[in-house]
């Protein structure tokens, strides 16, 4: 085992295309030089274009994982994906903290497939800031940052609320007036990302990719800021590295 890239987490679910989930997460991990791990906290039954079933596994299975591989590893991120409710996330998480309390977290915010199968609906919005108060950043796009908060309507005022408890990523491939543009809310400041690339193919499973870079970046011991800049450079690299919808990680 290599003593000198950090350990990093995926803890998200299955996807035979290896476009997304913790297939995807893993070959980022590579790509960014850090060792990478993964618990699956679901099968899919899906192709880069279509969905059709999940098979969610049992939080106490997910759990176990998770303390196995800590009790061993220093682990210094971890990414979360798809998850079927707040209260499985919410043990997920609070069993992270209990066993590495400085362990970084970062949470995509994967609430449906992009062909409309529903993974996790937001119906206690304070279980969702107790959540957001044990992790260091969620990476919504724009329809799923207006999940997050039913009951308000625009994307950015959700996310200044939402950064009163976590750093939110927000990003802009969802967005038809400013596509590619993407905006890291914090506490303190709002700052903004263009794109590179303008001539860039849709990828399925690019917001996992997209993710799991900054995640990888985090525990390389980049600050926040940089670790989203030059995870917004991995994905773009990716999305142009050819014309279907599953990249290479070749860059």
């Not at 618990?39 to 999940?54: A, K």
């Not at 049992?58 to 994982?65: A, E, Y």
């Not at 900054?214 to 670790?227: F, G, P, R, V, W």
């Amino acid at each position: 085992m290599s003593t000198n890239r950090p350990f990093v987490l995926s803890i998200a679910g299955f996807d035979p295309s290896a476009g997304a989930g913790v297939l995807a997460d893993i070959k980022t991990f590579e790509q960014l030089r850090v060792q990478g791990f993964a618990i699956n906290t679901g099968n899919t039954i899906q192709t880069e274009s279509n969905f059709f079933e999940m098979q969610w596994t049992t939080v106490d299975f997910v759990l176990r994982s998770i303390e196995i591989l800590f009790q061993k590893y220093t682990i210094k991120a971890v990414k979360i994906g798809i998850v079927p409710s707040l209260d499985y996330l919410k043990e997920i998480v609070f069993t992270i903290k209990k066993l590495s309390p400085t362990t970084k977290i970062v949470w995509d915010t994967v609430l449906k497939s992009t062909t409309d199968f529903s993974f996790l609906n937001i119906k206690n919005q304070s279980v969702l800031i107790e959540i957001l108060e044990q992790i260091d950043l969620i990476t919504p796009n724009y329809n799923e940052i207006l999940q997050l908060n039913p009951n308000e309507s625009e994307a950015g005022f959700i996310a200044e609320k939402l950064a009163e408890h976590t750093a939110v990523f927000l990003k802009g491939g969802h967005r038809l007036e400013a596509i590619g543009t993407d905006y890291l809310y914090t506490k303190n400041e709002i700052l903004k990302f263009f794109p590179k690339e303008t001539q860039l193919s849709e990828k399925h499973g690019s917001g996992c990719v997209l993710s799991s870079a900054i995640t990888a970046n985090l525990a390389l011991e980049q600050d926040l800021k940089t670790a989203c800049s030059n995870a917004k450079n991995y994905i773009e690299n990716y999305l142009k590295s050819n014309p279907t919808l599953i990249g290479y990680h070749y860059v």
